[in-house]
Every structure is written in C-alpha cells, then in structure tokens.
C-alpha cells in the first residue's frame, strides 16, 4: 500500500533535505510491532548519512529488544518543531523512514556506530569520546536501523523557518 503527501506544496523531495533533518535531530521515534501489537519508542540516535542508517545504544534487555526479536521491520519518525507562527500555523518539518533495525555485534562497527552517535547527541563529543575504551564496548549494546525509504513534509512561515 503506498499514500502520498496530500500537500505537495510541503512535501519534502530533495533527499538532502530529507538526510539534514536526521542529521539535525537528536531523537527519532520508532514505532516496532509484536503479535498485532504496536510498541512505540523514542530513540537519541546518531545518523551515517554514507550508510543511510541510524545507530543508537541500549539496554541488552526489555521490551524493545523483544519486539526487535519478533520482528525487525521498524518505521520512525523525525521531527524539527518551531512552534506557532505569526499567522496561527505550526510550523515543523517531520521525516518518516522505514528500515529494517538489527543488532551489532562486530567491535568495529560498534566503535563507529559510538562515534557517529556521541558526535550528534553530545555537547562536547571529543571529550566524550575519549572516555569510552573500546573494550568496554563489548559489552554495550548497540543497535542500527538500515533505512529503506524515506519520506518528509513541511510547513514553516519565512520567518520561522530562519530562527
């Protein structure tokens, strides 16, 4: 089944753009499911724009992980939100991605996949970064999203749209 944006004149087509917005954001919200059954979760992740993937750590167990278990296909959502414009309108830009979230287990990987998310989400990545020993990475879990297609839309006033 395939729908479309019914506002063309917000839909999102430069995939840049679309890439920019998961670069820019700090969270994304997944949306996993289980026997019918929908979970939904808020993920601080790291985008490799070069892989087309997102990277996230958590914990080795839980409710996430047993869904990822029993089925691994996931949809997300990214949001930039800037508030009400001057004319009464929300104004936002909000990226949709689908992929398919797996676990890591190579060392490598992981020590890139650390990399990617501390540069994101942390105030100061350098210092972060070299506090983490890769050994110890062997023992954290750390997850990716292969992503498959991505979609996007907006709305923001000229004014908002420069704050």
């Not at 992929?99 to 650390?114: F, N, R, Y």
Request: charged share 30%; proline share 2%; aromatic share 8%.
């Amino acid at each position: 089944m395939s729908f479309h944006v019914r506002r063309k004149d917000r839909e999102i087509t430069d995939c840049e753009e679309l890439k920019q917005v998961l670069k820019s954001t700090k969270y994304v919200t997944i949306a996993l499911s289980m026997h019918d059954e929908p979970y939904l979760v808020s993920l601080s992740h790291g985008y490799d724009e070069e892989k087309n993937c997102l990277y996230f750590h958590c914990a080795s167990e839980g409710k996430k992980l047993e869904f990822l278990k029993a089925n691994s296909r996931v949809w997300g959502q990214a949001l930039l939100d800037f508030g009400v414009t001057e004319k009464c309108d929300y104004a936002y830009t909000s990226v949709h991605f689908s992929g398919k979230m797996t676990l890591i287990d190579d060392l490598v990987e992981k020590q890139h996949a650390m990399e990617v998310l501390v540069r994101q989400v942390s105030i100061n990545p350098e210092a972060t970064l070299s506090k983490i020993k890769p050994e110890r990475l062997s023992s954290v879990t750390m997850g990716k999203i292969d992503i498959d297609y991505m979609s996007g839309k907006k709305h923001q006033s000229p004014k908002t749209a420069l704050q």
